[in-house]
């Protein structure tokens, strides 16, 4: 298994982003309820890394997840053949929202679902989505890719398989300059999806 990871951010989200986002993940085939059970799983603060599990509704994680009344929220989504993918919605400086999936437990064959099923609803979820990062074997999840796709300040010493960022930030990081990439508004891309010409 890997440290693989999918990391969004967007500005202005509220409720309604985070029943598009779910609405979209299920329609891709990343589910909010698991497959056979139908429980919806959040993490609550506990003991060990991932917290202690307990079961909501479905309107009670869109609202969670608006981030109306809470910083942070942790909850599990689930491919279809049961393994679980452990995302995190928080609230960050400036008004920055960021969305965390991690492909810990995924097989490849899985990560390419769930990376293809997120990709597909970031962009829906909110019309704000600044930029995004995937990395599928998480060779480079000690770096600080909010400082990256947000300011274009911080340096990152692996390139993971995609970097999405705005054109502003492209120009102003050093380490873009003269790499091939894709322009697909609002985003320069960088990396695996960029396609070749």
Not at 18 to 29: Q, T, V
Not at 44 to 73: C, I, N, Y
Not at 140 to 167: E, Q
Request: glycine residues 10%; proline residues 6%; charged residues 20%.
């Amino acid at each position: 298994m890997s440290d693989g990871f999918f990391y969004s951010y967007h500005l202005g989200w509220s409720r309604p982003d985070s029943e598009s986002l779910f609405n979209d993940l299920d329609a891709a085939g990343l589910r909010l309820a698991h497959p056979v059970t139908r429980r919806v799983t959040l993490l609550g603060p506990g003991p060990g890394p991932r917290g202690t599990p307990s079961w909501v509704t479905r309107e009670q994680m869109v609202l969670l997840a608006g981030l109306q009344r809470l910083d942070s929220v942790e909850f599990l989504l689930w491919v279809n053949s049961g393994t679980d993918v452990p995302a995190r919605v928080r609230r960050m400086r400036d008004g920055v929202v960021a969305l965390e999936f991690g492909f810990g437990r995924l097989t490849p064959d899985e990560q390419e679902v769930a990376a293809r099923a997120i990709r597909e609803a970031i962009g829906r979820a909110s019309v704000l989505c600044i930029g995004f990062v995937v990395d599928r074997e998480g060779a480079s999840v000690a770096t600080d890719w909010s400082g990256v796709v947000i300011n274009g300040t911080t340096y990152f010493d692996s390139w993971p398989d995609t970097l999405a960022v705005r054109h502003e930030i492209a120009a102003m990081q050093p380490q873009l300059a003269g790499v091939a990439s894709y322009d697909q508004s609002p985003w320069m891309l960088f990396g695996s999806e960029v396609p070749v010409r």
